[in-house]
């Protein structure tokens, strides 16, 4: 048995391509008290047999800006460690045989160049001056990235490694970590094979083995291994070192070369889960039985792809296991349930691309004490306990493989594993024609109507939404929004809590309702949610769907000892059915409402609104009632696609889209909501203090602009007198304005007025095509 020192400031667990790159990071920032422990040896899990495809493009600004770093790191990582890291900037074409797929690479490409990322959209002939083995007599065209790469995955964590202990980390291998210490919630140590160890952090990074590693001590990583496969072939003509990637999505594949060879490997529409029972403990620079029929596919569609294939000798069918999340995003953050537990797994098949930049994102995590920058799509408070079953995971995570080569059509719904969580009005919206999106496990409808098909075009269900925007606008819309996050937060100290988290005053009168942002200390959003003072130590908290656990741990985060406070998520105890439309208040004057539930007048699509809060068994009644009474008054069923787009008329901002923890109030729009001179001292109120408000070089506008036949989805790329200045968060369509209406940040170089702001140009890019644009800061509804 080794023997091992007693205690650390930080234990990393895991020495794949995460623990590391999370090792070296924190060494960057000055922290020297950092003990990797791995149970084999480095590199043994997963990160050994990674094909090594390094690409750029995210599918937003934040997620680009990390992978862009990964790769100037990997570029320069040698001359620093003097160990070498295989990288090769052999830049990578991205081959669409569809016109949907071709016409999603040109919305990508706009994206791209406004990411800052160099991109060329070539002809199929000059795909195959780039590849020359490849077939190009079905390809409408392709995508070149010249600045993408490869790397030797296990010489590039060898590499990190070094640099993390030439900085002072110790890597220890062969040590297992047996057990976890929690105590107060918040992380003393672990328990290895080599003796205990006392820590004031924990970081999870052991790959798939991070969901039953977190369960040690109650933290939720929801992921699932499946098998996952290459082909490596002997050296075929032709094939050179500098060769770029190529992937042929719409074929679920990719190549690229090896020992003067190909590696082609891929993702399968439908997945083979692996694991059911459990990952073994020991399995080091292990792999899986090969598996012809479930790789056939893919051999079929490469040997179209590359005919060489077919007469190339075949060396290896690698299978590894890789573990998959839900969405297909990574996991990266403080656990909701552990305080200073950090976790960066569940890689999706991209962790040695997102390696590097996921490692430095976390260490900032854990030194800063909150998220760098924002986070939203790979932060593990986006799950909550809905994500932890095993067979739920299983189910996704066969879907949730193939995902990432499918042809991603907008507004496309995952649909394994689902129904979920169901409000209690489920059944009745089914039966009125609701189609249900999913949200934090939640079925949502999202209009009433047809059923979707799938395109890039006008969609099928616009009429319904059309007429349910109608509705709310010129009758009253009734709408099922029990998904909403709610939390209670109770004590002595409730108020003391909410004052030093929430950038508005909530020392109000009892029963009244206030809007806030709670902010970081850099004064960007973490969240805005609605209060209501409930009594004078008790506050009713609503906040987005997605937003529960990160606002939970957010708020017991900020408790300090000793304070009389407690918050619960009670989210699944109430509906929230939605009047909204000049009718509301006359269909709500028709019924009386039972003793328990509340009716709060508010409305997020501005105009008039009731929100009633009925405990879930009353709420199925209540919808009864409500339709009973509404007839006369023109009452319509309406779903979140008309929500979204009425949202975006009246100007309300959503958190996840508009709002970030980079941007602030005042960038935002929302410097109302911000009392600056309340009493209390408020989390942010320092770097607001500080932060420009007259000028500034970031701007929250919102766009209208006609409709085109390529419908915006949002990602558009916003021009300002032609250059691209930022992306639309959101945009759907106007009934109001017969036109569409988007939200987006204009970036500029320099602070600016808002007025010089709004004097320039603006046009919206959708789709290759550019379409004037009005900008304005106000909301363009009502008019
Ligand atoms: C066939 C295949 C091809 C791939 N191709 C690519 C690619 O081209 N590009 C790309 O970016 N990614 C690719 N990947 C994905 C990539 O390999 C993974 O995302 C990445 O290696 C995950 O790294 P990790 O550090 O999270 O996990 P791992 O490398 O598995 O590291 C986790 C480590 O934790 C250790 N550990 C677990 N439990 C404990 C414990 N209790 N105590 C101590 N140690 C413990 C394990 O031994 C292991 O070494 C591919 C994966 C596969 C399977």
Redesign the pocket.
């Known amino acids: 048995m080794n023997s091992i020192r007693k205690s650390a400031e930080i234990i990393i ?7 590391v790159s999370v090792a070296y990071h924190l060494a960057k920032l000055g922290r020297k008290d950092v003990l990797l ?4 040896s480095l ?5 050994w ?6 690409g750029q493009m995210r599918p937003n600004r934040s997620m680009t800006r990390m992978s862009q770093y990964g790769i100037q790191l990997y570029a320069t990582l040698e001359a620093e460690t003097g160990l070498a890291t295989g990288w090769k900037q052999c830049g990578s074409v991205n081959v669409a045989r569809t016109p949907e797929r071709w016409i999603v690479y040109q919305r990508q490409a706009a994206m791209a160049r406004s990411f800052g990322i160099e991109v060329h959209l070539i002809t199929p002939r000059a795909a195959a001056d780039k590849w020359p083995l490849l077939r190009t007599d079905d390809l409408q065209g392709a995508l070149w990235f010249p600045q993408d790469g490869k790397a030797n ?1 296990t010489d590039l964590t060898q590499s990190l490694a070094k640099g993390a202990r030439d900085l002072g980390v110790k890597i220890v291998q062969g040590v ?2 047996t057990g976890v210490s929690v105590l107060n919630e918040c992380i003393s140590g672990v328990t290895t094979t080599a003796g205990p160890i006392s820590c004031s952090v924990l970081v999870n ?5 991070a969901r039953a ?1 977190g369960a040690m001590a109650g933290v939720n990583v929801p992921l699932h291994s499946a098998e ?3 082909i490596v072939t002997e050296r075929i003509a032709g094939v050179h070192p500098m060769l770029p990637v190529m992937r042929d999505p719409d074929g679920f594949i990719y190549f690229k070369e090896e020992v003067g060879g190909l590696v082609m ?1 891929g993702f399968e529409p439908r997945a083979k889960p692996w694991g059911m029972d459990g990952i073994p403990e020991k399995f ?1 620079f292990q792999l899986l039985p090969e598996d012809w029929d479930q790789f056939e596919p893919l051999m079929k569609n490469a040997i179209h792809r590359v005919p060489a294939l077919e007469k190339a000798g075949v060396k290896t069918l ?1 299978n ?3 573990s998959f999340t839900p969405d297909g995003n990574f996991i990266l953050g403080e656990a909701p349930e552990v305080r200073n537990y950090f976790v960066a ?1 569940g ?1 999706n ?7 590097g930049g996921a490692g430095k994102l976390l260490a900032e995590w854990i030194v800063g004490g909150e998220a760098p920058m924002d986070l939203f799509e790979v932060d593990i408070r986006r799950f909550g306990p809905y994500a932890a079953g095993t067979d739920w995971l299983r189910e996704r995570t066969v879907e949730s493989l193939g995902l990432h080569y499918a042809m991603r059509w907008p507004r496309q719904e995952l649909e394994s594993g689902r129904p979920l969580r169901t409000s209690p009005l489920y059944e009745r919206l089914r039966a009125r024609g609701a189609r249900f999106g999913s949200k934090m496990g939640w079925e949502r409808p999202n209009w009433f109507g047809p059923e979707v098909k799938y395109t890039l075009g006008r969609p099928n269900w616009f009429d319904s939404v059309v007429a349910e925007q109608r509705a709310v606008r010129n009758a009253v819309g009734v709408f099922d929004q029990t998904s909403f996050g709610k939390l209670l937060v109770r004590g002595r100290d409730a108020l003391a809590l909410l004052e030093r988290v929430c950038a508005n005053s909530i020392d109000v009168a009892v029963g009244q309702v206030v809007y806030s942002a709670m902010l970081n200390r850099k004064g960007g959003f973490e969240s805005d949610i609605t209060v209501q003072r409930l009594a004078a130590d008790e506050f009713f908290l609503v906040t987005g769907s997605a937003q529960p656990v990160r606002d939970l741990a957010w708020l017991r985060r900020h408790a300090v000892q000793g304070e009389d406070v407690h918050v619960k998520d009670i989210t699944d105890r109430w509906s929230v059915i939605s009047l909204l439309g000049p009718n509301a208040g006359a269909v709500l004057a028709k019924i009386s409402l039972e003793e328990k539930t509340r009716a709060l007048p508010a409305s997020y699509v501005g105009g008039p609104g009731w929100e009633l809060y009925a405990p879930v068994e009353d709420a199925a009644a209540l919808y009864d009632r409500l339709w009973q009474a509404g007839r006369d008054h023109g009452l319509v069923d309406c779903g979140y696609y008309a929500l979204d787009a009425l949202r975006l008329e009246a100007g309300r901002r959503a958190f996840g889209a508009e709002l970030s923890p980079d941007c602030t109030p005042f960038e935002a729009g929302l410097g109302f909501a911000v009392k600056m001179d309340k009493p209390v001292e408020f989390i942010g109120r320092e770097a607001l203090r500080r932060a420009p408000r007259g000028e500034l070089a970031k701007r929250l506008l919102i766009f209208t602009f006609p409709a085109t036949e390529l419908f915006a989805w949002g990602g558009e790329p916003i021009l300002r007198e032609g250059a691209p200045v930022g992306e639309l968060t959101s945009v759907g369509y106007s009934a109001a304005l017969g036109q569409m209406v988007g939200m987006g940040f204009v970036h500029g170089a320099n602070p600016e007025r808002v007025e010089q702001v709004l004097a320039s140009r603006y046009e919206i890019e959708v789709s290759g095509v550019k379409v004037a644009a009005r900008a304005s800061v106000k909301a363009p509804w009502p008019k």
């Open positions: 667990v895991g020495g794949g391509i995460a623990g422990l791995e149970q084999g590199t043994c899990g997963t990160t047999h990674a094909a090594g495809l390094v995955p297992r970590v990074c052991t790959g798939q083995w590693f996952h496969f290459y490997g080091e690698l590894g296991p890789e797994a890689f098949s991209a962790g040695i691309a997102n390696g």
